[in-house]
């Protein structure tokens, strides 16, 4: 019998597989694979299948359970509303597709970045944490007792969509105004840096006068930074976690980041108030796949979870 973790991303798939009884200190089956290039839901599944089969040892072996990251937000039904990088996965019900062809399993689905957030609190070894992943967008969720927070009968942490700067903030993709999002991710600093030179800019560029500390980049990092310490801060104030994680492509690729937002975080935080430790993810590229795996084996969320009807 084996545990199954499956990260389901806009262009690949990382899929897990962990068996029962495995010998002590035997890593886990792996494999991770592209999308099929037709952008169709069925030809999806089909290759999702043919992976998870193509991983059991011996072939045929069942997979008792299930964890799967998702980015795509689901209905109370549990499926997908819409997900702009597979539009035709709209109206999916992703649980009864894997059913299909694994039928003695029991599926769990969450958003991949509060998996991520509980992995990374594994790896810290804390039971309370807060995970800001800054890439292309913001992520991230939070952990309290050990369990993602709101949970996955109640839908994702959208730690992107905290509001920071309601009057001035740039809108936000959610059409609202100053979400951490708009000001701190990836996209919001290569538009920044637009603005201050007067065409676009690629992030090579911009992290070599970061590093350079020239004075635009000083700005536009800076900016970001300050507003995801921001973020930050007010989360603390709501769930008093040990430590904040801060990850993502964006974030790990710029010198000197974390103690950015860190700094900036101690600025803004009540003399009284809570004191996270600010550090820098642990996992990286992994943290959703391993918080995959975890859901699969029941960790993170508390039982019994509601499962749509």
């Known amino acids: 019998m084996s545990r199954l973790g499956i990260d389901i991303g806009g262009t ?12 002590v200190g035997a890593a ?10 037709e952008g169709d839901v069925a030809a999806d599944l089909r290759a999702l299948a043919a992976a998870v089969d193509g991983l059991r040892r011996p072939p045929g072996d069942p997979v008792v359970s299930v964890g799967v990251a998702l980015p795509a937000a689901l209905d109370a039904r549990g499926r997908v509303r819409g997900w702009p990088n597979r539009p035709s996965w709209a109206g999916l019900d992703i649980r009864r597709h894997l059913a299909a ?57 959208e ?11 740039a809108v936000c993709d959610c059409g609202r ?32 006068a970061w590093t350079a500390r020239e004075d635009w ?6 900016t970001g930074a300050s507003a995801l310490a921001a973020a930050a801060t007010s989360l603390a104030e709501l769930t008093h976690p040990d430590v904040v994680t ?43 796949l391993d918080g995959a795996a975890l859901l699969a084996r029941g960790v993170g969320v ?5 499962e749509p009807s």
């Open 101 to 157: 062809f694994l039928p003695a399993a029991r599926v769990r689905i969450a958003d991949d970045g509060d998996l991520a957030a509980l992995a990374e609190a594994r790896a810290a070894g804390c039971r309370d944490l807060v995970h800001l992943g800054v890439g292309t967008g913001i992520g991230g969720g939070v952990v309290l007792d050990g369990v993602m927070r709101p949970g996955t009968a109640r839908g994702s942490c």
């Open 302 to 306: 508390r039982e019994p979870e509601t």
């Open 246 to 288: 801060v990850g993502g492509g964006f974030a790990a690729a710029l010198p000197g980041y974390v103690d950015e937002v860190s700094a900036r975080f101690d600025a803004l935080r009540r003399p009284s108030g809570p004191a996270p430790e600010i550090r820098p993810a642990a996992l990286g590229a992994l943290s959703s």
């Open 12 to 23: 690949k798939v990382a899929l897990r597989l962990e068996r029962s009884g495995a010998a």
């Open 217 to 222: 980049a000083v700005e536009v990092v800076t």
């Open 177 to 208: 105004r100053g979400c951490v999002q708009s000001l701190s991710s990836g996209r919001a600093a290569l538009r920044r840096a637009a603005e201050l030179l007067g065409g676009p800019v690629e992030f090579a560029r911009l992290r070599d």
């Open 28 to 37: 886990p089956l792996g494999e991770t694979f592209p999308w099929p290039a």
């Open 159 to 169: 730690v992107g969509h905290v509001i920071v700067d309601h009057r001035t903030g």
